[in-house]
């Protein structure tokens, strides 16, 4: 007995509204009968317990019932998809912090209101609307509707009241006047058909006091409101009184229906709103977000004027899902001049609402209405006489501000389309609520810090995915800022207002394994960057695929946000947060200076580039992001087999990865499998003197470390070698033909005590190159720079050792007798050891090339000669050393 008296008490916690009733009512029951049987008085006394909490349990839920007020209300009336997912505590403590909002707290909404709540004395709200400069001029004081109407002494029963103040006599007409909300007052007009009392209504699960059945508002005896909104992440308990902004003059501070000018419901929800947004100062929104606060509707804006959207595909899923009731309609325009507004009848940067829309004889139009009281109307195509008068397609004479217009000239016309769909439409939802702290400005660029989750599915199934970013008390103080900077015309523009606030936008990646991604190629979704606080991915997910959803951003103001992801399907999907890809990561901060922004691989200057060393333990997979603040700079970043050395100049075959073209704003280099070993990374812009701070994100499976490169020749001493000079015979440079000749040089080399160095060679200041000549005078293939080879070498003859050569920083693998162009960056050695107890040491030079003799001045004959000419001394010969050394003269070198 007691075993399925637990049944029902599971069932009791996980329903709603009269199932949960029902099941503790049977649970009370089944307690009390097995307390009957209990075979001991601690048993019988335990089991009575439970059977009177029950039962305490059922009578509160049966006083809800009674009261209209269980959630299954708001099922019945909103059809919400089933919440598929248990809010953690650390996620419910983020919606609980994000209650406290413009010095009022929103309460999460747990169930609806006791009617008692509406009872008794007048109902004063403490909170203090703001209110602009304008409507302060015209302001005569906070009043209760029937002061404003004066009205007060003629009605007495309540049901007058209600007859009055809540009851509509005609169609809906409402408007706004001096309050900036057009987006507000649209967003009331295209839902009143879903707001209207009757037995559809969802007004039932969004205000109070109401007649649940008929959807009918009622007068509050105390003047106290409360409606259910759905922001930050959740739907919250908005409670407002019923004072109104009076005016001393015919304009009027709250919307009003033109149709029933005694009908205040409409105004009190505004008044709910704009006490989530701050006042009736509102800088203002747009209509999408605001019916998704007005509603829970999911919300979608589409740019009218964007090439990729299909119009045709739009305009049928669009009418069809707005025949069934399960899309609202609105629409925005963008900035328009004076002459453009007064040319189409249309407001800069307005609203407006959907009221219909029809298709008849391949022509599709909207009713469109302008919210404002004395605003424009349409002037373009077929707006002649049909905003005016009836006619035989619309007999129904319009409204002020009301007119039908072709869907083609809507989408020239406005900029955007905003769409808030039923959520009914799924029977799936999953809300993932987190905070997120952005990084420094040197990661903005890339996805490495971004929110990430992977998703997968079992079927395929269309996937909508929301992401709604968390209103805050800052946000307002940025929008007031500069919707007041009215000295500049493009700020004080409710487009500049809310760009000021960022943008956001969502990718998809399906490439990724459900792993965190940091670069945005290749994503299978990625959506428009909007300036809303709403976002909406919608995409066809494919069953045994794992997604990554990244959250991207650009320009956010505030250090630190809250966002709600919300994944709406008809199938089971299972989220969770995306994990790294590597186990390992290191982020290392850099900067390219006036010393150090070298360029590219053909800049002279490119071993000044940042460089660093990484030591790889064990083969395994690496990555390395190099990520900067600026997103128009192109970046660069290359492992390469250099020991941890300082790189001077690169080839392909140095590369162990390399990050390809360079790419603006951030570049990411990575491999499956890197061997083990000590590498030399380059970070590098594509221009010489790009100066830019930096972060290089070092990825891998194991630790590993990461070292800045020290700077070309620091701590050591600099000794430049007497000047290089190769000569030969003149008669070689017209004599020659595809075999290639070359001559030798050497220098000692010694120091009083052990020291460390290592040889440079470059062009001297001032080379020229000149062009190859073959034989018989004709101009063959030039060669821009002296070929040289480069080395250490330990004694002479046959049993002469190598100990470093120009080959040993450069190509791995190579053979250790390869000549190389000089080039703009030069040649260098690996490091050596000068013993002063060893053998000789001798540095050697040999420089391949077809000998000519043109006359060079001041080197006192012919010279100039090798690999694309040039005249005597055209190379420079440096030793960087840890100590003095001492170098003797060249000395030429046969065989």
């Excluded at 409670?239 to 009908?263: A, F």
């Excluded at 989530?276 to 019916?291: E, I, K, M, Q």
């Excluded at 619309?394 to 039923?422: C, M, R």
């Excluded at 620091?714 to 070698?721: D, F, I, K, V």
Aim: hydrophobic share 35%; charged share 20%.
């Amino acid at each position: 007995m007691e075993a399925k008296a637990k049944e029902r008490e599971a069932l009791a916690s996980k329903t709603q509204g009269k199932d949960a009733l029902d099941h503790a009512a049977a649970a009370a029951e089944l307690y009390m009968k097995a307390a009957q049987g209990a075979s001991s008085p601690e048993e019988k006394s335990r089991l009575i317990k439970k059977c009177q909490s029950l039962l305490s349990k059922a009578e509160s839920l049966k006083k809800l019932c009674q009261a209209g007020g269980s959630v299954a209300v708001v099922e019945k009336r909103l059809k919400l998809p089933r919440s598929a997912r248990q809010i953690p505590k650390s996620e419910q403590a983020i919606l609980l912090r994000n209650s406290r909002l413009h010095g009022s707290i929103f309460l999460p909404w747990d169930s609806d209101p006791n009617p008692d709540e509406f009872t008794g004395n007048a109902f004063s709200d403490p909170y203090q609307f703001s209110l602009s400069a304008h409507q302060l001029s015209v302001f005569s004081g906070w009043k209760r509707p029937l002061e404003i109407l004066d009205r007060e002494t003629e009605l007495n029963p309540p049901e007058q009241h209600n007859n009055f103040l809540m009851r509509a006599q005609n169609d809906y007409d409402l408007v706004q006047d001096i309050t900036t909300d057009c987006s507000v007052v649209a967003s009331l007009c295209a839902i009143m058909r879903h707001l209207r009392p009757g037995p559809t209504s969802i007004l039932p699960a969004l205000m109070f006091p109401i007649d649940l059945d008929s959807g009918q508002p009622k007068i509050s005896d105390s003047g106290k409101y409360i409606f259910r909104m759905h922001f930050n992440g959740c739907f919250r308990k908005v409670v407002i009184d019923d004072r109104l902004p009076s005016s001393s003059t015919g304009r009027t501070l709250y919307v009003v229906d033109r149709q029933n000018p005694n009908l205040i419901w409409p105004a009190l929800m505004e008044k709910a709103y704009l006490k989530v947004r701050g006042g009736y100062d509102f800088p203002g929104s747009n209509s999408g977000t605001d019916l998704y606060a007005l509603t829970g509707w999911i919300p979608q804006q589409l740019f009218l004027q964007n090439e990729e959207v299909d119009w045709d595909r739009t305009w049928k899923r669009v009418k069809k899902a707005y025949d069934f009731g399960d899309v609202v309609v609105t629409l925005g325009t963008g900035r328009l001049s004076l002459d453009e507004e007064e040319t189409l009848g249309l407001a800069g940067e307005h609203d407006y609402a959907v009221l219909d829309m029809t298709e008849a004889s391949g022509s599709r139009r909207l009713l469109v209405k302008n919210p404002w009281c004395d605003g424009l109307s349409w002037k373009g195509t077929g707006s002649v006489d049909i905003s005016q008068q009836a006619t035989d397609d619309h007999p129904v004479k319009l409204k002020p501000g009301t007119f039908w217009i072709s869907f083609d000239d809507v989408a020239q016309n406005f900029e955007s389309l905003y769409l808030n769909w039923n959520p009914s439409l799924f029977t799936e939802r999953q809300d993932h609520h987190f905070t997120w702290q952005l990084p420094e400005a040197t990661m903005i660029g890339s996805f490495a810090h971004s929110p990430q989750y992977s998703m997968s599915t079992a079927v395929d199934g269309n996937v909508w995915i929301l992401l709604s970013r968390h209103f805050q008390n800052d946000e307002l103080d940025i929008m007031r800022k500069y919707r007041l900077s009215n000295d500049d015309a493009a700020i004080s523009s409710l487009a500049e207002v809310s760009s000021r606030l960022g943008f956001m936008s969502i990718y998809i990646f399906a490439n990724s394994g459900g792993k965190r991604v940091q670069l945005s190629t290749q994503p299978v979704f990625c959506g428009d960057f909007v300036d809303s606080p709403q976002t909406l991915a919608p995409f066809e997910a494919k069953r045994g695929v794992t997604y990554t959803i990244v959250v991207a951003t650009e320009k956010l103001p505030l250090p630190q946000y809250s966002f709600t992801l919300s994944f709406f399907s008809r199938a089971p999907l299972v989220v969770a947060p995306a994990e790294p890809a590597l186990r390992h990561y290191m982020d290392v901060k850099g900067s390219w200076t006036r010393r150090t922004a070298g360029g590219n691989a053909a800049s002279s200057s490119y071993l000044e580039n940042p460089q660093f060393s990484l030591v790889l333990p064990r083969p395994g997979p690496l990555s390395l992001l190099l990520s900067t603040a600026r997103d128009d700079l192109p970046v660069h970043v290359d492992l390469v087999w250099a020991g941890g050395r300082r790189v001077t100049a690169i080839g392909n075959r140095d590369l162990a990865i390399t990050s390809g073209d360079y790419r603006r704003g951030c570049a990411l280099a990575e491999a499956p499998s890197v061997d083990a070993g000590t590498y030399t990374i380059v970070c590098s812009t594509f221009d010489p003197g790009c100066l830019a701070d930096f972060t290089l994100r070092v990825g891998s499976d194991i630790p590993c470390a990461v070292a800045p490169v020290p700077a070309d020749a620091a701590g050591r001493l600099r000794t430049q070698l007497p000047d290089l000079v190769f000569r030969g015979p003149a008669s070689l440079s017209l004599s020659s033909s595809d075999s290639e000749v070359h001559k030798k040089k050497r220098v000692a080399i010694s120091a009083a005590r052990l020291t460390r160095a290592s040889v440079v060679v470059t062009m001297r200041d001032g080379y020229r190159a000149t062009p190859r000549t073959g034989a018989g005078g004709g101009a063959t293939t030039p060669r821009s720079h002296p070929t040289v080879r480069a080395s250490v070498e330990v004694g002479t003859g046959p049993d002469r050792l190598v100990v470093a050569s120009t080959d040993t920083t450069r190509t791995r693998g190579s053979s250790a007798n390869e000549f190389r162009e000089v080039g703009a960056n030069g040649l260098r050695t690996g490091d050596f050891d000068i013993d002063p107890r060893g053998r000789g040491l001798w540095i050697v030079v040999e420089q391949l090339g077809l000998y000519h003799a043109p006359t060079t001045v001041g080197d006192g004959g012919v010279g100039g000669v090798g690999g694309g000419g040039g005249g005597g001394g055209e190379l420079r010969v440096e030793v960087l050393s840890e100590g003095p050394v001492q170098v003797g003269a060249w000395e030429a070198v046969d065989g």
